[in-house]
């Protein structure tokens, strides 16, 4: 199993602004290069 790094507020701010853009979550993820499961995560805590 990887280990787990939060992410920084310098790192959130895209992903809110990509969705809000209408990105979905693969896509957030590949262009973040984090995995989706991360981004889902995030959108959870909102």
């Known amino acids: ?3 787990y790094h939060q992410l ?5 701010y895209p992903i809110y602004a990509l969705k809000k853009a209408g990105h979905d979550q693969q896509s957030i993820a590949a262009t ?4 989706p499961s991360t981004i889902y995560r995030e ?3 909102v």
């Open 8 to 12: 920084t507020e310098y790192q959130r």
């Open 1 to 3: 199993m990887g280990t």
């Open 32 to 35: 973040l290069s984090v995995s």
């Open 43 to 45: 959108w959870q805590r």
